[in-house]
Each structure stands twice: as C-alpha cells, then as structure tokens.
C-alpha cells in the first residue's frame, strides 16, 4: 500500500488529544482511468448516464461488461463506490431490449429495492424492473411473474417462492439471460453454502427451462475473488479485481481506548468502551464541520453513540446527529441518506446496513467502532469516505476483545494484507440434504444432475432414501411429502426453531430467539434486556417455543453457566509439529447443558448467588481443529508449577478470539473446550450443525493463527488477564480458571522449534 503525507482534519493533528492513537496509515491517492463506452452499449442507457454526469466508464466497468456480454461468468471485486453496478447494468439493459430477462439477487430486501430506485430514476424505456420480496403484495407477485424482465429479490425468496414454484416462472426463466449476484463477498459460512446450493438449483432449473444465464458477481475486495465466485456457484468464474475509479487519499488511524480506574471480573481492569470512544470523536469531528459516518455493531450501539454524541454538542450541532439502523422505516432511512449527502446532518451513527451498497459516499470521515469481521468489510466501510479532492479519514477504535487488541498493535495485519478468501462448505452434509430435498420436490433428482451438486451426491441421496425423506424410482429420486421441503433448509442459520418471548403483564410478543441461544439468554430467573427495557424470565418451554417474562429492575445481571463435552468421532487430516504436539481436523460430536446461572451485581460485577437449571442438554455435530501436547512438553510445564488447566483455558478463549483474523466468522460462530486431565488438548469447533468450514481455516493456517494468538496475549497491557485478550464474555464457567502467564509459556510450547 503507498504512502503519503498525513492530511488530517482538526484536533486529529494534536497528537496529544488522543494519545489513544497507536498507528496512522497513509494510502495515496489513485488517479481513474476511464475507457470509451463499448459499441455494444445501449444508447439510452449512455444518454441517460450523461445526463447525470457520468460521461465515460471506468475500465474494470468496462472489463467486467464486455466479459459478461461475450458469455462469461464473471466477478468484480473492487472498492466501495467503484461503480460495480454499472458494469452489470449494461449487459443487462441490453439483454432486457432484445428480449432477455435478468435476476437480481441481494442478501437483503433494503438493497433490493435501492437498486430498484436507482433503475427507475435512470427512466430506462421499456424496463420492467420490479421487486419480488417477502413484502411484495400478493397481487403484485402475478404481475412481477408474467411481466417483469429485471427482477430483483434476495436468496430466501428463490430459495422459498421461486424456485419451487418454477413452473409458474416458465415465462421469465425461458428467456433468462444473467443472474446478478450482489455483495457476493458476504454470502460465507453456513448462510453462503446454503446460498451456493441455491444457486446450483437455480442452475438446474432453468436447465429445465433451456436456459443457461451468465453469472455476474460484484462484491467487495477480497481475497481469491475467482475462486470464491466458483464455489458459490458451482462454475468457473473470471475475476476482474483492477479498480480503475478514482480513489482519495486516506489516512487510517487505529485507536485503542485507555484502560479506566474500574475493575470487572475477578479484578481485571476495565477499557473505556469502543462506542464511547467513538462518540467523542464524532464530538470533535461535527464541531469542526467535518462529515462523518460511524459504524458500530449493533442497533443498540448506533443509538447510544447518536445519543452521547448528541449530548456533548451544543444545541444546534446536536440536531445535526442522527442514528441509521434496521427497522427504520424507507422513509425515515431515505430522510436520513439525502439529509446525510445533502450536509443537513454532520454525523450519523450506522449498523453496517450503510455498508451494503447504498449510495452514501463523499463523507469527510469514517469512524469503525470495534473490528468489523473482515479486512473486506473494514476497507469497504472506509471507502465511504472521500470526495473530490479532499483527502479522507479513517478510525478503526478497537473494542475489548482479543482479535481487535491485536491488530491495534499490528498494524501489518491490516495494511499490506490482501483481504480474506470467504469460507463456505457448500457439502456440509446438513445443508447439502435439506437442498437435495428441495431439488427432488422441484423435478425429480437423476444421475445427470450429479455434477452439479458435487462429489458426496450419491451419499447424501441414499441417507435420504434411507430416511424416507426421498423415494429412489427407475426415473429418479422422488420427493415423499405434501409438505414443503424448502422448509427443511434454515438458510440463515438461525439454530434451530424460534422461541418467541412474550411478556405476560400485556401479553404482547417482545421478539423471538432461536432455539440454541434460549438456553443462556431466557431460562428462567434470566435477566432479560429488550429495548433498553429489564424483564425477568418466568418460564421457558422449549416443547412450545415459548418464553414467558414480566418487566422488572433486579439490581443484578444473569449469567449462564455451562458444560461441554467433546467427544472426537473421525480425523480427517493430523501433523506433528516440530514442537512435538500433534495438530488434527476432524468430526466432532459436542455436548452443551446450560447447568446454573449467576447472579452478579451490576455496579460491582461481584457474584451475589448462584442458581441450579434443569434444561436438557443440546448436541451438535460439527468439526474441530485441535492440538495435543506432548507427555515432554507437559512434563516441562508441570515443573515450573504452570496451572495446566487455567493455562489451557485461557488459550483456548484467545484462539478463539482470533480465529476470525483468518477465517471469515465471528467469535460467536465457533466455540472451544480445554482439558488438562489426563492429556492437555484444546479444541475449537465450528458452532454449526455439519461445520461451516471456520475449522478447517484454523487447521489451514494454524501456525499463523497460534503466533498471532500469543501476540495478542502478550501484547494487553494488563496484568492477570482481561476481555482484551483471555477473558470471554461466553465462558460458561464463568472464566475460571484462567492463567495469562501459564497460556503464554504453553503457546511457547506449542510453537517452539528445535
């Protein structure tokens, strides 16, 4: 990445303002290269473009066009505000004047119907561009089926109304010419091999229909971008990955907040939250006139830094700060991205729903509170920033966590790093069967669809055959239910069946969680916070999906506490390291019981009481990667009186936390178990049913992720430990016992060399 001298807005000169500041990056500016439009190019389209500015193409818009057009499946993985739109507009307006139809696909419904602004306000004749969502009315639906030739939709409508309804889309998928796959960078883990085996039915079908579309991807910069598109898609995929638009320069400054005079669980000392942080330099940058979007993790979050950025302002700034989040109205959400480009509103505080392709660029500065899972996403919600010729600033402020104290302290893990490969299994055997259910409810299943759904086909199918969910004929494997099988696929891998939450004083639905997460979060006696609104949890029924709670404000807060049990039941690949240990990746089957919860004091932390549950206890079937040390090794440890099992503990939460530097999960998609009793080992599995290939990224790249696992221990300035590096806010036995020293010396262990 190039350099260049610092521009920074304002206070962010003063060194001494935020001694907080660990690092500046400075990246160069980029001049665009433009190209001619292609002769094949729509001329209403070029007219309609000139009329708003845009009098030349840049030449990855070129590139990709002209890829697509000739019948290549192609991806383009450039720079937020690149212009990818473009690139597959033009094939497709083409197509759509000659007869042709196109699908567009979003993962979600907002970015759907942006793009469907977008398309109207260009006034393009004869486009028939419609939405075709869960929000779509009834009566509408026919009318976008017979008539509409661009439709736009996400992959839970194609998964559930389209495809097997198919026959109903005769008509559109007949004369399908592309399949538009938008954001394509964050269809990973199990919501993106679910995805991958939509699209291999998609496929399929308008094979039915005698119809082969071109593939056109856009997605964000990543890492293999080609190779990606192919698994997504189950065909070979061209990536054009040189951005030709114009870039400003930035300077990117990495932020970690001071530790405060407090102290949390069992003593550790307390950083200064990443959104309080962010809010006060959203403070500072407003009062200077400087633009500036922060993004912060949750709704909940987005909100607080509106609200404690607006009460450090003086009235008339303070009208000038809003919050964005999901569950705004479109209207309330347009308001808010017109007053935001127009300047009416200085700073606004987001979820990443402004990250995914709605048109917000031309901000002064980019405020990112707490790491937003992938080098793809942060470089995307930095590109936000920059217009004209000013250059733009960028803020990664790190929460406490042991992935966002590390790279505070490497910055080499960030700049200079290409962004990350997107992990998906689209083979994981519970999600390949529930999509064979649905491909045989769609037409039956035959051995010449065998090469689209991959090399496990025949061993899947004959599970199902033997779970009477299919019926092998002579003509093929046949679905044996009235009912739907589209309903057996949980795309977004959610965790099972929802348990809705009702409160019994209105009788009013508070909201819903699923099945796995109930255990911890509303088993009875559970503290349950909605809203910024405190419930007590009466009961919970699993049989019924039910938990029932009353408003109430007990001076304490709830914590489960668990036990796991893992149980090894295949390897499928081993290494011995120079350091004696053995490395494996296998089948794992997980056993988890929530067995009691704590009460602790929310101004203190200090435990006031636990409670015994009696809830059942929940398995999964999943894969592992995990390392075993060697009788030597041990024996070494032993000796200088290292606490194996709090040595072990403690390296397994920090591995945890920073298996997400390599593998495109959160912390929250993968868990762990330790054990010191008998052979020292620690494990860290995939927390989806069938795995969702984080493990094997660790398994991959285990070297790497172990080094920088010992880095960001001992890179947090505490002293016994803290959330910044060992401490987990999921432990189950409450972080004990954990030995910050004893990890240190067995991760020494783990990777020595003779």
Known sequence: MRRSEPVLPGVWRDETRYPQVTHVEHVARHDGVSERWPEWAPPHLVERLAARGITEPWSHQVAAADLARSGRDVIIATGTASGKSLAFLMPAVEAVDSGGTVLYLSPT????????????????????????????????????????????????????????????????????????????????????????????????VCARHRAEPVFVLASATSGSPGESATRLTGIPVTAVTEDGSPRPGMSVALVEPELTDLTGEHGAPVRRTAPSQAAEM???LVRQGVRTLVF??????????????????????????????????????????????????????????????????????????????????????????????????????????????????????????????????????HILGPHLCAAAQEFPITESDFGVFGSTIEERLAELVERRLLRKRPRGWFWTSNERASDLADIRGSGGSPVQIVDVSTGGLLGEIDEAAAHGTVHPGAVYLHQGETYLVD?????????????????????????????????????????????????????????????????????????????PARTLHTRAVWWTLPPEAEQRLRKEEVGLLGAAHAAEHAAIGMLPLLATCDRWDIGGVSTATGRVEVYVYDGHEGGAGFAERGYAAAREWLTATRAAIADCECEEGCPSCIQSPKCGNGNEPLSKSGALRLLDEVLATP
């Open 282 to 284: 959203l403070a500072d």
């Open 109 to 204: 419904k907002a970015l759907s119907r942006d793009q469907l602004r977008a398309i109207e306000e260009l006034g393009l004749p004869g486009m028939r561009a419609a939405v075709y969502d869960g929000d779509t009315p009834p009566e509408e639906r026919s009318w976008v089926r017979e008539h509409g030739d661009y439709v736009l939709t996400n992959p839970d409508m194609l998964h559930h109304g389209l495809l097997p309804r198919h026959e109903g889309w005769r008509r559109f998928l007949r004369r399908l010419r592309y399949v538009i796959v938008d954001e394509a960078h964050l269809y990973r883990g199990v919501f993106g091999s679910h995805v991958a085996q939509i699209l291999r039915r998609l496929r399929r």
């Open 296 to 429: 912060v993790r949750s709704r909940q979050g987005a909100e607080l830094v509106s609200l404690t950025a607006r009460r450090m302002l003086e009235p008339d700034l303070a009208r000038r700060v809003a919050a964005y989040r999901g569950g705004y109205t479109p209207s309330e959400r347009r308001r808010l991205e017109e007053a935001l480009r127009s300047g009416e509103l200085l700073g606004l505080a987001s979820t990443n729903a402004l990250e995914l392709g709605v048109d917000i660029t031309g901000l002064d500065a980019v405020i990112i509170a707490g790491w937003p899972g992938t080098r793809a996403s942060l470089w995307q919600q930095a590109g936000r920033a920059g217009r004209g010729d000013e250059d733009a600033l960028a803020v990664f402020v790190a929460r406490d966590d042991p992935l966002d104290t590390y790279l505070v302290h490497h910055p080499e893990a960030i700049f200079g790093q290409s962004v990350e490969t997107a992990v998906l299994d689209p083979e994981n055997p």
């Open 539 to 615: 009961g919970l029924d699993l049989d019924e999906g039910v938990a029932l709670v009353h408003p109430a404000e007990p001076p304490y807060g709830t914590w489960a506490r668990d036990t796991t049990d893992i149980t090894v039941r295949s390897v499928i690949r081993e290494e011995e390291w120079p350091s004696g240990i053995t490395l494996r990746f296998g089948e794992v089957e997980v056993t988890r019981q929530v067995i009691g919860y704590l009460k602790r004091d929310v101004r203190t932390g200090s435990v006031l009481g636990e409670q015994s549950l009696d809830l």
